[in-house]
């Protein structure tokens, strides 16, 4: 749907308690391999992004937001168990899962993060860069800390 030459998505959780719309550009995907997404989803996680001044929460009875730890935060809807956003305190964009996103928009997978994390059950088998951790940071422990300025 276009508005103004502006792309405008929309998405939910699995019982429409929580509705969104992202009025702007997605990021393409990153996959986060760390350990905190293999708890919240029960696998590693797939992750676009938008600017937080283009995300509109429409209906968010049931949006609970965790904070997993001292910089972010998971919001997830407390009916139906979907997860659906990832967010920084420090930043001005919000992570979303594009599984929740309607009508399946075309997004481009770019990388693979906290390669340094991945369980013995899978491997990548992809082209995709693959970071140890968050790029440009040094070690797990740097993602919500001082990033390595090269």
């Not at 997404?37 to 968010?60: M, P, R």
Request: some cysteine.
């Amino acid at each position: 749907m276009l508005m103004n030459d502006e792309q405008i998505y929309s998405g939910s959780c699995a019982c429409g308690n929580v509705t969104y719309n992202v009025k702007g550009q997605l990021s393409g995907v990153t996959y986060c391999h760390c350990i905190q997404c293999q708890k919240a989803s029960g696998h590693y996680v797939a992750s676009t992004s938008a600017n937080i001044s283009d995300f509109e929460l429409i209906s968010d009875s049931s949006l609970k937001w965790y904070q997993s730890s001292k910089n972010a935060k998971r919001g997830f809807c407390s009916n139906c168990g979907s997860n659906l956003f990832w967010k920084l305190s420090v930043e001005d964009e919000i992570g979303i899962w594009p599984g929740s996103l309607d009508n399946s928009p075309i997004l481009k997978s770019i990388e693979h993060i906290f390669c340094s994390s991945i369980p013995s059950y899978y491997e990548i088998r992809d082209d995709l860069p693959k970071h140890e951790f968050f790029p440009g940071y040094e070690n797990e422990s740097d993602i919500y800390g001082i990033k390595n300025e090269e």
